[in-house]
């Protein structure tokens, strides 16, 4: 088999492959909600988790529509009301998974750190420093209220709390 490498030919694949693509974006944001909300936490859809959501994926604002809180691992990113905030692998991106998983629960620091970092830069300041990331991150992206839901005024704990905020 012989491949012409015609750049018209190029531009019209590549542009056939972009509305492939945009259509299955299309599809996945139109049934992924139905996805999510059916899996329990922690329930593994493949060999690798791509979505979950918190253990109460509605949240409602009031008489304001429902918002899912979805952690996706595959994109390491958080949507929340409408938006996506990308993460990156990084520790605000393990620290939001964790605090997810119990929603409205807090968690001691020592716990977190344990959990996350190795045992060479375990300290409160980098987790301290790991929240105030997060809660930038999720400000920037227009989740200011999420951002304000994760609560650290008890002393050495944190805690994602959705209940008291939007119910």
Same mark, same amino acid.
């Given at each position: 088999?012989? /491949?012409v490498?015609?750049p018209?030919?190029?531009?019209?694949? =590549? %542009?056939?492959? #972009? *509305?492939?693509?945009?259509?299955?974006t &299309?599809l /996945?944001e139109?049934?992924?909600?139905?996805?999510?909300?059916? =899996? %329990?936490?922690? #329930? *593994?859809?493949?060999?690798?988790?791509? &979505?979950?959501?918190?253990?109460?994926?509605?949240?409602r604002?009031?008489n304001?529509?429902?918002?899912?809180?979805?952690?996706?691992e595959?994109?390491f990113?958080?949507?929340?009301a409408?938006?996506?905030?990308?993460?990156?692998?990084?520790?605000p991106f393990?620290?939001?998974e964790?605090?997810?998983?119990?929603p409205?629960?807090?968690v001691?620091c020592d716990?977190l750190?344990e959990?996350?970092?190795?045992?060479?830069?375990?300290?409160?300041?980098?987790l301290?420093a790991?929240v105030?990331?997060?809660?930038?991150?999720?400000?920037s992206a227009?989740?200011?209220?999420l951002a304000?839901?994760?609560?650290g005024?008890?002393?050495?704990?944190y805690?994602?709390?959705?209940?008291?905020r939007f119910?």
């Amino acid at each position: 088999m012989h /491949i012409v490498n015609h750049p018209t030919a190029t531009t019209e694949r =590549l %542009a056939r492959i #972009a *509305a492939c693509l945009r259509q299955a974006t &299309l599809l /996945i944001e139109e049934i992924a909600p139905d996805i999510v909300v059916g =899996l %329990a936490p922690g #329930a *593994a859809v493949a060999s690798r988790q791509p &979505l979950f959501a918190t253990d109460r994926p509605e949240i409602r604002s009031g008489n304001g529509p429902a918002r899912p809180l979805i952690i996706d691992e595959a994109t390491f990113s958080v949507h929340w009301a409408n938006r996506t905030c990308y993460l990156g692998n990084t520790k605000p991106f393990r620290l939001m998974e964790r605090l997810a998983r119990r929603p409205n629960h807090l968690v001691l620091c020592d716990v977190l750190l344990e959990e996350l970092w190795d045992q060479y830069s375990r300290s409160r300041e980098v987790l301290r420093a790991a929240v105030k990331m997060l809660r930038r991150k999720l400000t920037s992206a227009g989740m200011e209220d999420l951002a304000e839901a994760i609560d650290g005024s008890t002393t050495h704990h944190y805690g994602l709390m959705l209940n008291s905020r939007f119910s």
